[in-house]
């Protein structure tokens, strides 16, 4: 299986899937640590990646994605966004909604 479908499969396996620098509990850049706090309040499960134990999917995601920074937080297959998107939805309480709904399928 090449990156591009690793990727693929990854985002229809999960409903929350988040691509960050490091892992929720051990966040390796303070963009990837107030995104992944503002899913872990959303009080849900979600799936995360690691793109720097992962450099293929860290070059691939970009140019599939047609997003060029992380984190990246895809809900329900589509790409929600970066870290300001998913601050700013989660304090509007848009992320709550949409994550409960997604989990809620």
């Known amino acids: ?3 591009l479908d690793t990727i693929k499969q990854q985002i229809a396996e999960n409903p ?3 691509y960050m620098k490091g892992s929720p ?3 390796q850049c303070g963009f990837s640590q107030r995104a992944t706090q503002a899913l872990m309040a959303c ?3 979600f799936a995360y990646v690691d793109i720097l134990s992962n450099p293929d999917i860290r070059s691939e995601l970009p140019k ?3 997003w060029p920074t992380f ?3 895809w809900v329900a297959g589509e790409l ?3 870290c300001d998107i998913i601050t700013e939805m989660y304090e509007n309480g848009e992320l709550q909604e949409l994550i409960n709904a997604t989990v809620a399928e």
């Open 1 to 3: 299986m090449d990156t």
């Open 16 to 18: 929350v899937l988040i």
């Open 25 to 27: 509990n051990q966040p």
């Open 43 to 45: 009080g849900q499960r």
């Open 64 to 66: 599939y994605a047609n």
């Open 71 to 73: 984190p990246q937080l």
């Open 80 to 82: 929600v966004g970066g």
